[in-house]
């Protein structure tokens, strides 16, 4: 079992950049791939980004981006600090919601395990 906490939202303008953190507990985080997904007032929650078990910078490992944030977000990992990071650059207007990050030991779940509590990301034009 994992515990996932979120950090790093807040208000900004469009255009700026926020770096979100999901810290989790646990010795076994790195046998976890790390989904973040979002969620705007009255919308359906929406997949954003998520990462294997690997760091991605040094060990190949595999990650994938919703088509509305690539070339803007960016996702990574640090095992040995039990932190994935979701760094979002150009922020729209529209980036704004509710953004959680999620964990399972598959790749490709479509509903993961476990759940943050979220983190609250406000971008103003």
């Known amino acids: 079992q994992v515990q996932l906490v979120e950090s790093g939202g807040g208000s900004v303008r469009a255009g700026d950049s926020l770096r979100l953190s999901c810290a989790a507990s646990g010795r076994t985080f790195n046998t976890y791939a790390i989904y973040w997904f979002r969620q705007a007032p009255e919308r359906e929650r929406e997949f954003v980004a998520k990462?294997?078990?690997?760091?991605?910078?040094?060990?190949?490992?595999?990650?994938s981006l919703a088509d509305s944030v690539k070339g803007r977000f960016t996702i990574s990992r640090d095992n040995a600090k039990n932190t994935v990071y979701l760094e979002m650059n150009s922020l729209k207007v529209e980036d704004t919601a509710s953004y959680y990050c999620?964990?399972?030991?598959?790749?490709?779940?479509?509903?993961?395990?476990?759940w943050g509590q979220g983190t609250q990301v406000t971008v103003s034009p």
């Open positions: 990462i294997s078990t690997s760091d991605a910078r040094w060990s190949g490992g595999r990650f």
């Open positions: 999620a964990a399972d030991s598959s790749f490709v779940a479509s509903r993961p395990a476990y």
